[in-house]
């Protein structure tokens, strides 16, 4: 499918690690679709090597930049800035990670340097990538800049642990930035909401094989996949959607607005 909607747009894609990243299949995506990428990732995924077979299949260049210092994404801004001649189209901020999570530290018990660490690798990073544009002024009028979240910003999911923090701080962000990047340049900043999705870093959280299958089951047209997720955000980074921007979009199969579908209440049902 390439109906070409994003042809003559240009986009910095932060956050594809390896084949299953969310971020991967939108840059390959918005490749399809026409756009012209530059992609980035922390200096220490870049290591792993994944992301040059990503760097070939969508002929994009790959600049290294921790999103929590602000020298690397100054230098980053006037790479990708260099490579596309000038001011570009989109920005996609699909970074995220939890030391408690990863440790397995329980949300009563958190060591709050590894939440403070995790608060600025996914939620704080979102404003340093959009002040860094905006001091630079780097985007083209009615540009679109996306971020990734998670419902559990709205809603109690236990084992998301400290990220449910971030992700709401993270959606905070996207409103407050958003409203300033409207007046000065007609820029969009929206976040999408995703099903839950076998990632590296979704397949993290704790019994994330359980909760998948629960969300699945609770979900009229089921979960939404990494795949589906592409061709959404390529449709908010397309000039259709020029009028969408300080949203919160949920992109999960109907899980959102769902108290208790019919697959879940055979469960509990007695004989
Ligand atoms: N997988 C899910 O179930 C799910 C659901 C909803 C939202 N999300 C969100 O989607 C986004 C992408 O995650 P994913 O599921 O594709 O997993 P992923 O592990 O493939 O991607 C996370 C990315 O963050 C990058 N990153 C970590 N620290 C960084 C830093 N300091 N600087 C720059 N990059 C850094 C990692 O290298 C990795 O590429 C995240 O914001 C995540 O919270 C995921």
Request: include cysteine; proline fraction near 3%; charge should be negative.
């Amino acid at each position: 499918m390439s109906n070409q909607l994003l042809t003559g747009k240009k986009g910095l894609i932060f956050g594809a690690l390896n084949e299953e990243s969310i971020a991967w299949k939108i840059a390959e995506k918005a490749h399809a679709q026409g756009a012209e990428l530059v992609l980035s990732n922390a200096p220490v995924a870049m290591r792993m090597g994944a992301i040059n077979q990503l760097a070939e299949k969508t002929q994009a260049p790959v600049f290294p930049a921790d999103a929590t210092k602000m020298e690397d994404l100054d230098q980053l801004f006037a790479q990708t800035e260099a490579h596309f001649g000038g001011a570009f189209d989109f920005i996609l901020h699909s970074i995220g990670m939890s030391v408690n999570v990863r440790k397995g530290k329980h949300y009563t018990d958190l060591n709050h340097d590894w939440l403070a660490k995790g608060w600025d690798v996914s939620a704080a990073s979102f404003h340093r990538v959009m002040q860094t544009a905006w001091k630079r002024d780097s985007l083209k009028e009615w540009g679109s800049i996306l971020a990734l979240t998670y419902i559990a910003a709205q809603r109690v999911f236990p084992d998301y642990n400290d990220m449910a923090d971030n992700k709401a701080y993270l959606e905070s962000i996207a409103r407050s930035f958003g409203y300033h990047w409207g007046i000065r340049k007609k820029v969009r900043v929206n976040t999408i909401s995703q099903s839950p999705t076998p990632t590296t870093a979704g397949s993290g959280v704790k019994g994330f094989d359980a909760f998948i299958n629960y969300a699945e089951q609770m979900s009229p047209l089921g979960n939404a996949s990494a795949d589906d997720c592409a061709d959404y955000a390529i449709s908010l980074f397309s000039d259709l959607t020029r009028k969408v921007t300080l949203q919160n979009l949920y992109h999960d199969g109907g899980f959102s607005q769902v108290g208790v579908s019919d697959a879940v209440m055979e469960k509990f049902l007695k004989d």
